[in-house]
């Protein structure tokens, strides 16, 4: 009986040992599970740019991924990378991004592009430019990129001849032109001699200023006067981009008419600005970015190209200047800046 009742006890003793296993291996699991969780990933940002300057584009980058499910912070994070308008650099900012092992890089200039192909064949690429992606090299075509770059593009340097034309219609008997181009652009050629053929087109002479640092734009801006420029055409560049402030206050003060793509240039001050807006190509961007994060491959992504362009006059930089815009070209302007 004695016998028994011990077996009973040990039986008893057994249960409630693996009740309290059970128990413990129960509370155990979601923290196993939550230790499993794949990590955060994360997105790596290359810009040839300086951060300042580049806010609103940045926030049109977020809010087109966040419009794709991924908000920074939230369940994707973003390493920042920025040359501050120094394309050496961007080489080696591309490297740390592919040690960091970032799950997608967005090159954010047609140089910051070709940085990041170069350094990598296996983290997808999303690049966002304005020269032609083929002709760069970065993919097979603009339907089937092939590889792992797909990206958005628009007309900024084919927009350059337009951009010479409105010179022209505002001032009729112009017989010179200048034109500002990044030497260390990939498309620096390329933009300079299509302007100066267009140039030649319309019967003006032209003169290619280079430019790649601030301290080169105020010393070949002095020059403008020299060269007798009637205007200037400011080449398609992200390092012009980010010194839209400095090239309208230098255009005002040398008393030269320009124009350049971004409306950032004629806010500030300049004199015109016609092309794509930089909202609506990082916005887009962001979208890609969040398909790729959800699966999506570059190589089956088609280049997007953003077509619609606007054009900004700034009427209170034309006074200053003593020119008078016709109605037909004022008629035609998306905004006027009084």
Known sequence: MLSSNRGHMRFNFLRR???ITLLGGAVAWPLAVHAQQKPMPVIGFLDRASPDPSGERVRAFRRGLSEAGFVEGRNVAIEYRWADGQNDRLPALTADLVRRQVMVIVATSDS???AAKASTATIPIVFIGGGDPVKLGLVASLNRPGGN???VTNLNIELGQKRLQLLRELLPK???VAVLVNPTNPSAETISNDLQAAARTIGVQSHVLRASTANEIDTVLASLHLL???ALVIGPDAFFMSRSEQLAALTLHHGTPAIFQTREFAAAGGL???GTGQPDLFRQAGLYTGRILKGDKPADLPVEQVTKVELVI??????ALGLTFPITLLGRADEVIE
Not at 314 to 319: P, R, S, V
């Open 174 to 176: 112009s017989t010179i």
């Open 314 to 319: 700034n009427m209170k930089t034309a006074k």
């Open 17 to 19: 040992r693996d009740f």
């Open 228 to 230: 007798q420029a009637d």
């Open 149 to 151: 770059l797909t990206g």
């Open 112 to 114: 910051s592009a070709v």
């Open 272 to 274: 015109m600005s016609y």
